[in-house]
């Protein structure tokens, strides 16, 4: 059987899509010298972007062939899916000249793309009742 998204799937899809190219080529940029005490703002960044990220792949996921899963499966695949594309990421950033791969990164990627998710399935079970 293949595989047939509805248009609104596509629109849901290219937005995951295009989001991925905005961090990749934010990731390439040189690092700009954090201030004092400002470390702390990069992993609330890192949350925030790949809890966005999360809500982003939920939605595509629940468009998809997914859709026959609970909301909770979403959330986790959509959640790993989070977080494998901020490995991938760090590890492009390895490559940066005044970047380099953190660890801490990753950890913050995995706990922004877990609330994300949570947020995302929160909402949805609402929206079904």
């Not at 190219?21 to 990731?27: C, E, G, M, P, W």
């Not at 940029?29 to 990220?53: E, N, Q, R, T, W």
């Not at 629940?62 to 494998?84: D, E, F, N, Y």
Request: aromatic residues 8%.
């Amino acid at each position: 059987m293949p595989f047939n998204l509805h248009r609104s799937a596509w629109w849901r899809w290219g937005l995951v899509a295009v989001y991925a190219v905005a961090i990749f080529v934010q990731s390439a940029l040189p690092s700009v010298v954090s201030p004092p005490g400002g470390m702390g703002l990069d992993k609330v960044a890192h949350m925030g972007a790949y809890g966005l990220m999360a809500v982003l792949l939920c939605r595509a996921l629940a468009a998809s062939p997914m859709a026959k899963r609970s909301p909770w499966q979403i959330a986790v695949v959509a959640m790993l899916l989070a977080t494998l594309y901020g490995v991938s990421d760090e590890l492009h950033q390895a490559l940066v000249p005044r970047r380099c791969a953190d660890v801490g990164d990753v950890l913050a990627d995995l706990v922004g793309s877990a609330v994300g998710a949570a947020i995302w399935v929160r909402r949805h079970l609402k929206s079904e009742t």
